[in-house]
């Protein structure tokens, strides 16, 4: 356990309206990052963070916005949803240090009507 | 370009069988990760293995990074150990990890 929570873990939504998935870690690591997942198209970064206001997108980054105003939370925006956003949400962590490994968080299912 | 690649896409197993799971990559890596994600959808890690060869029970997984491969071992497979499997590589220290497209794996009782 990685100490990540992500929130809200369920959320239906109308089209145009705008949302935010909370990440939130416990263990102050300077990496984290979003990925959405869909059928077929395995784990695909969003945007990604290596410390308190630098963040960088990834490779499906359009249509999202991310904050990072402290190092415990990573703050994923749709400013109006779409049915293409529908999908599961990833937050993940990297540790610093010897290792660096990777850990998710449990996921946000995100359904736009 | 980086590239991942993993074999085979899906595969599947009667129970108590053993299978392999292989990851290919492009380049030197700094980490090699393996992780199951269960079919309720949670990401697990499996292995940190940027060289060598590790075991934890029944999995094990060797990485030969001179040769650019890393693989994962299932013996005697349970249907609990269904899901897909991902390896993702660190190519260098700020760069996010590069994921594979994963195995899908279906284990029949």
Same mark, same amino acid.
């Given at each position: 356990?990685?100490? /990540?929570?992500? %929130?809200?873990?369920? *959320?239906? &939504?109308?089209? =145009?309206?705008?949302?935010?998935?909370?990440?939130?870690?416990?263990?102050?690591?300077?990496?984290?990052?979003?990925?959405?997942?869909?059928?077929?198209?395995?784990?695909?970064? /969003?945007?990604? %963070?290596?410390?308190? *206001?630098? &963040?960088?997108? =990834?490779?499906?980054?359009?249509?999202?916005?991310?904050?990072?105003?402290?190092?415990?939370?990573?703050?994923?925006?749709?400013?109006?949803?779409?049915?293409?956003?529908?999908?599961?949400?990833?937050?993940?962590?990297?540790?610093?240090?010897?290792? =660096?490994?990777?850990?998710?968080?449990?996921?946000?299912?995100?359904?736009?009507? | 370009?980086?590239?991942?690649?993993?074999?085979?896409?899906?595969?599947?197993?009667?129970?108590?069988?053993?299978?392999?799971?292989?990851?290919?990559?492009?380049?030197?890596?700094?980490?090699?990760?393996?992780?199951?994600?269960?079919?309720?959808?949670?990401?697990?890690?499996?292995?940190?293995?940027?060289?060598?060869?590790?075991?934890?029970?029944?999995?094990?997984?060797?990485?030969?990074?001179?040769?650019?491969?890393?693989?994962?071992?299932?013996?005697?497979?349970?249907?609990?150990?269904?899901?897909?499997?991902?390896?993702?590589?660190?190519?260098?220290?700020?760069?996010?990890?590069?994921?594979?497209?994963?195995?899908?794996?279906?284990?029949?009782?």
């Amino acid at each position: 356990d990685a100490g /990540i929570t992500q %929130s809200p873990r369920h *959320k239906v &939504t109308e089209t =145009g309206t705008p949302v935010t998935l909370r990440c939130h870690q416990t263990e102050n690591h300077r990496y984290m990052y979003w990925y959405r997942q869909d059928p077929g198209h395995g784990l695909r970064l /969003i945007h990604y %963070s290596y410390g308190v *206001k630098d &963040t960088d997108k =990834g490779e499906v980054s359009d249509g999202y916005s991310v904050s990072r105003s402290k190092t415990e939370d990573f703050l994923l925006t749709l400013e109006s949803a779409t049915s293409s956003q529908t999908s599961v949400y990833f937050c993940a962590i990297r540790r610093t240090g010897d290792t =660096g490994e990777l850990f998710f968080g449990e996921g946000s299912r995100l359904t736009v009507l | 370009g980086i590239q991942v690649e993993q074999s085979p896409p899906d595969l599947i197993l009667q129970e108590g069988a053993n299978s392999t799971l292989r990851c290919n990559f492009s380049d030197s890596v700094n980490n090699l990760q393996w992780f199951h994600q269960n079919p309720w959808g949670q990401l697990i890690n499996l292995f940190y293995i940027p060289s060598g060869t590790k075991q934890n029970g029944r999995l094990s997984a060797t990485t030969v990074a001179t040769e650019r491969y890393s693989l994962l071992y299932i013996s005697s497979s349970q249907t609990t150990d269904s899901g897909v499997y991902f390896c993702a590589v660190l190519f260098s220290g700020n760069t996010p990890l590069v994921f594979g497209k994963g195995t899908r794996l279906s284990v029949i009782a």
